[in-house]
C-alpha cells in the first residue's frame, strides 16, 4: 500500500480497533514515582487508594510492568459507537500554508462530550458498576470531563455528582445542562455543601474557583458516602492508559500506509490525550526501536512543564488527595481569570513528568493571542472548530510546518485535536473583538504558589 495516495481520512475497520490499552510504564526503565500518602508519606498502598478509587482503577493505577491491558468487551462496544476515530490528513491546511510538510490529525471531537474524555469515562463507569457502586462524584472545570462522566454513567445506571469549577459554571451554562440531561447533579465549586468548600470561601470569598478546589470536594464528597467512589478525568496513570486507544489507533492508521511521523504533537493540561496519543510511539522509543520528536505544549498563562518544578506536590488545593511527583507550579497556583483555553491544571501526570525529566519529549508554551489565531486559521480551511485546549497543538503543528516551508523538508507531523470548541464560544467572541489579553505570571507569581510545596525528602 506504500505508494497509493494517502486518503484525506484514514479509517480502521471495527475489527482492526485495539483490544487492549498500552501501559508506557511497563516500558520505563525507570518509572513515575508512587503516589504518597499525605500523612506518612510513604506509598499509597492498593487498599488506602481503594477508599477514594475503585478497585480496579487502583489496579491499574499501581500497574507498572503489565504493557498490554485487555479492554473489556462492554466498554469495546461502547467505543464502536464512536470510534474508531478518523486520522485525517490536513491537505487543506497544508496548501494554505504552502508548506511541504504532511501534516495529519487524530480528530477525537466525535461524540457528545466533544472531546477525549469518554474514553477514559466509560472506562471508569463500567469498573465502578462492575464493583456494585451506587455512583460515583468528580469535578471539571471547562465542562467536557463532567459531560463525558455523565454519559458514561447514565449509560450504566449510575449516579454522578459533578462540582463544577464556579467561574465555568457562571460562563457555561449549556455545558452544565448537558450534564443534567444525562442526568448528573451539578453543583458550583466552591459551595457550601462539603467542609473544604465553606472554608475556601470563608478564606476567599467571591473565589471563582479552581480544578484543585473542586477536586477536594469532590473525594470529601465520595469518601463520606456509602457505596461512592471518586473518579478523575486526567493526570492519574489509569487515565493515560485508558487514552492510550488514541495513539494505537493513530499508529494502526500510518502503519496501514507505511506513514512514520517525525514529530508528534498534543495539548497538555492533565497529560491524559498526549499520553495517549503518544503511548505506542513513546514505546517504541522506549524500547530503542524507532525515534521520534514529541512535543507537549501548554498555555504560558499556566506552564507547569516549561517553569513547573518537578517535586511531590499536593494534587488538590484542599490537601486531601494522595501527593503525586510531577512537574507543578504548586497546588495554590490559579491561572488569572483572563486565560480562556482551559488546561489549567497546576500539575502534570506523572508519567510525562518523568518522561520529560528523562528528555525523551519536549515541551513549549504558547500565548492565548496565538492559539486563537492558529484555531481560526485552522477552522477556516479543515471545516471543525477547534477547541481553544486543542488549538494549542494547532498552535505548533502549524509552527513546525512554516519552518519545514523554510527549509523545505517534507517532514510528517501528527498532532491530537481533542475536541470541539462550540462551548468556548465567549472565548472566541473576546478574540474576534479584539478583546483577548496574553497572561504571562512573573517569576515572582510562581515563587509565590512554589513557596507552598510540601517539604517531601526522599
Ligand atoms: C480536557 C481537555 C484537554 C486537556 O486535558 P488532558 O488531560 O491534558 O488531555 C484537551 N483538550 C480537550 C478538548 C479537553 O476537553
Redesign the pocket.
Known amino acids: 500500500m506504500k505508494n497509493e495516495k494517502i486518503p484525506y481520512k484514514i479509517y480502521l475497520e471495527e475489527s482492526e480497533m485495539p483490544k487492549s490499552w498500552y501501559n508506557m510504564r511497563a516500558d520505563m526503565k525507570k518509572k513515575p514515582a508512587p503516589l504518597l500518602n499525605p500523612g506518612t508519606l510513604k506509598p499509597m498502598t492498593a487498599a488506602e487508594l481503594g477508599a477514594v478509587f475503585c478497585d480496579e482503577l487502583v489496579a491499574q493505577e499501581l500497574d507498572d510492568t503489565t504493557p498490554f491491558i485487555e479492554i473489556p468487551e462492554e466498554i469495546r462496544n461502547f467505543y464502536k459507537m464512536y470510534r474508531p476515530s478518523p486520522l485525517v490528513r490536513a491537505y487543506c491546511l497544508e496548501e494554505k500554508l504552502g508548506t511541504p510538510a504532511k501534516i495529519y490529525y487524530k480528530f477525537?471531537?466525535n461524540n457528545t462530550?466533544?472531546?477525549?474524555?469518554l474514553n477514559s469515562a466509560i472506562a471508569q463507569a463500567y469498573y465502578a458498576k462492575k464493583q456494585g457502586l451506587k455512583g460515583v462524584t468528580t469535578e471539571t472545570?471547562?465542562g467536557?470531563?463532567g459531560t463525558a462522566l455523565s454519559m458514561a454513567c447514565s449509560y450504566f445506571g449510575l449516579d454522578c455528582k459533578v462540582f463544577m469549577v464556579k467561574c465555568s459554571y457562571e460562563q457555561k451554562p449549556f455545558r452544565r445542562e448537558v450534564m443534567r440531561t444525562y442526568g448528573a447533579a451539578v453543583t458550583p465549586s466552591p459551595s457550601d455543601t462539603t467542609n473544604i468548600g465553606k472554608k475556601i470561601l470563608a478564606e476567599h470569598p467571591g473565589t471563582t474557583g479552581s480544578l484543585g478546589c473542586a477536586i477536594s470536594e469532590a473525594v470529601e464528597v465520595a469518601v463520606g458516602s456509602e457505596g461512592y467512589r471518586y473518579v478523575l478525568?486526567?493526570?492519574l496513570n489509569q487515565?493515560l492508559l485508558h487514552?492510550s486507544v488514541i495513539g494505537l489507533e493513530t499508529k494502526a492508521a500510518l502503519d496501514k500506509y507505511g506513514i512514520k511521523p517525525d514529530i508528534i504533537i498534543?495539548?497538555?493540561?492533565?497529560?491524559?490525550?498526549?499520553?495517549?496519543l503518544i503511548a505506542p510511539f513513546m514505546g517504541e522509543k522506549l524500547r530503542g526501536e524507532a525515534d521520534y520528536r514529541i512535543i507537549a505544549v501548554e498555555p504560558a498563562s499556566c506552564p507547569s512543564l516549561t517553569r513547573g518544578v518537578y517535586a511531590y506536590d499536593f494534587c488538590d488545593t484542599g490537601m486531601v488527595c494522595p501527593l503525586a511527583k510531577m512537574y507543578t507550579l504548586g497546588s495554590d497556583f490559579i491561572p488569572s481569570p483572563n486565560h480562556a483555553g482551559?488546561?489549567r491544571?497546576h500539575g502534570m501526570?506523572s508519567t510525562l513528568s518523568e518522561l520529560y525529566d528523562q528528555k525523551l519529549m519536549e515541551a513549549t508554551s504558547v500565548l492565548q493571542t496565538e492559539v486563537f489565531e492558529a484555531a481560526e486559521q485552522f477552522a477556516r480551511v479543515e471545516g471543525i472548530l477547534p477547541?481553544p485546549?486543542?488549538s494549542?497543538a494547532i498552535r505548533v503543528a502549524i509552527n513546525e510546518a512554516l519552518k519545514c516551508k523554510e527549509t523545505g523538508e517534507e517532514k510528517t507531523i501528527v498532532f491530537?485535536l481533542?475536541?470541539?470548541?462550540y462551548f468556548d464560544m465567549v472565548a472566541y467572541e473576546k478574540f474576534h473583538n479584539g478583546e483577548m489579553s496574553d497572561y504571562i505570571p512573573t517569576d515572582e507569581d510562581l515563587a509565590a504558589a512554589r513557596a507552598k510545596l510540601p517539604a517531601v525528602d526522599l
Open positions: 477525537e471531537g462530550s466533544g472531546s477525549h474524555k472545570g471547562a467536557q470531563w478525568g486526567s493526570v487515565v487514552q498534543g495539548c497538555a493540561g492533565g497529560g491524559s490525550n498526549l499520553g495517549g482551559g488546561l491544571y501526570s477547541a485546549e486543542s494549542h491530537g481533542t475536541g470541539t470548541g
